[in-house]
């Protein structure tokens, strides 16, 4: 340990309630509201003393040594808890680099003399914390944004019943693989869960229709019937059919339908329902 490394250590430990406290204020101040100045001083205090303690530990101020397993894990859950309330990234960092401003204060405000060496020290070491929270909120951030983005397309993709035996899956937006992914799994989960033995897949909100669409499509189909339940797409408007001729896709024996509604009286009659208008019992 260097004697600037003991000059610091002895700051943190005989001036810890007073660093703590203008830490807590000036995280506080940047943190933008998003969390309480009771929440902040609890974890910038579990902080330091991970931090004195590791400093004590005798292994300098490298960030990646042992001594530092805590610090790290603390600051790993200090930037998954501000990514997910929302902070900005320059909030998280904020919220570690203010170490600096608020030992400086409890050393008067003066670097001269025996304040020097110590507040030195500290610095090197809060920027290494700085920089590696922000690694960490990055990557929360993309953990959040991950969920996110899959929640987003299981909301987008819901599977209905429209009667006993008869699930739709009525599709908006542009289809891709990792969406299709999201269909089957979750048409082939009700199929399991309802007994249903007729599916409807609905392209009206598809805008386009291209050949890897139609692969998509026709892969969900096969999916179904190894379930032993037949499909029928709906929603082919005149544009999305003269599309598919001139690409000269295939659909095979695939029933079509023009709208779900057509789809649901195709799937009602395989299903051993007659449906007739009133007026005409």
């Not at 040594?65 to 998280?92: C, K």
């Not at 960092?93 to 060496?117: C, F, H, I, N, Y």
């Not at 110590?118 to 809060?126: E, H, I, R, S």
């Not at 690409?247 to 449906?275: C, H, M, N, P, Y």
Request: hydrophobic share 45%.
């Amino acid at each position: 340990m260097t004697e600037a490394t003991q000059q610091l250590l002895e700051v943190l430990r005989t001036s810890r309630d007073d660093v703590l406290t203008a830490w807590t204020a000036a995280a506080t101040s940047s943190a933008g509201g998003m969390t309480t100045s009771t929440e902040v001083r609890r974890e910038l205090g579990e902080l330091l003393d991970a931090l004195t303690a590791a400093l004590a530990a005798g292994d300098g101020s490298d960030l990646s040594s042992g001594a530092f397993d805590e610090v790290r894990a603390l600051l790993s859950e200090l930037s998954r808890s501000r990514a997910r309330q929302g902070s900005s990234p320059t909030e998280t960092a904020l919220s570690v680099l203010t170490l600096k401003r608020a030992v400086l204060s409890v050393l008067g405000g003066s670097l001269e003399g025996d304040a020097l060496a110590p507040y030195l020290a500290l610095g090197d070491l809060v920027d290494d914390l700085g920089v590696f929270t922000f690694e960490m909120y990055a990557a929360a951030r993309e953990e959040v944004i991950s969920e996110q983005a899959e929640q987003l397309l299981e909301l987008s993709t819901p599977v209905v019943k429209l009667w006993d035996g008869v699930l739709a899956v009525p599709l908006v937006g542009t289809l891709d693989s990792a969406r299709t992914q999201v269909v089957t799994e979750q048409l082939l989960q009700a199929l399991v869960d309802t007994g249903s033995e007729h599916a409807i897949i609905d392209i009206t909100g598809v805008p386009a229709v291209d050949t890897q669409v139609a692969q998509h499509l026709l892969k969900t189909v096969v999916a179904a019937r190894l379930m032993g339940a037949e499909c029928i797409v709906s929603g082919i408007r005149p544009q999305i059919a003269q599309t598919i001729v001139a690409l000269g896709i295939e659909f095979g024996d695939i029933a079509t339908k023009a709208t779900l509604a057509d789809a649901l009286a195709l799937a009602l009659r395989q299903s051993g329902v007659d449906v007739v208008r009133k007026g005409n019992r």
